[in-house]
Nanobody
Framework: QVQLVESGGGLVQPAGSLSLSCAAS????????IGWYRQAPGQQRDLVAR???????NYGDSVKGRFTISRDNAKNTVYLQMNSLKPEDTAVYYC????????????????WGQGTLVTVSS
């Protein structure tokens, strides 16, 4: 099975920067689309940024101009560079991917990582 593991979360001051990474691992798989979502306590899980199968990128309105998503296909890894961080960016950030799995019987499914906590506070 494909697994997604996020890293890079932590405590950062307002206006600071932080970089997150998400690495996918498994036996036989192909990533179709991959991106980041976040969820604060009492809030819904919202889109942060995503790389689409066509190669384009989508960003949530609240992070446009501040966050940048990038992808390294050779490493099966996606990154999120976060700049000009605000206290309202505090949340658990989750990696999400649509993948094809299997070498004999191929199937498609959505996969979620365990999440990494980002806290923006002085």
């Amino acid at each position: 099975q494909v697994q997604l593991v996020e890293s890079g979360g932590g405590l950062v001051q307002p206006a600071g920067s932080l970089s997150l990474s998400c690495a996918a691992s498994g036996s036989t798989f192909s990533i179709i689309g991959i991106g980041w979502y976040r969820q604060a306590p009492g809030q819904q899980r919202d889109l942060v940024a995503r790389c689409t199968p066509s190669g384009s990128t989508n960003y949530g309105d609240s992070v446009k101009g501040r966050f940048t998503i990038s992808r390294d296909n050779a490493k099966n890894t996606v990154y999120l560079q976060m700049n000009s961080l605000k206290p309202e960016d505090t949340a658990v950030y989750y990696c999400n991917a649509g993948v094809f799995e299997g070498g004999i019987s191929i199937r498609y499914r959505e996969v979620w990582g365990q999440g990494t906590l980002v806290t923006v506070s002085s």
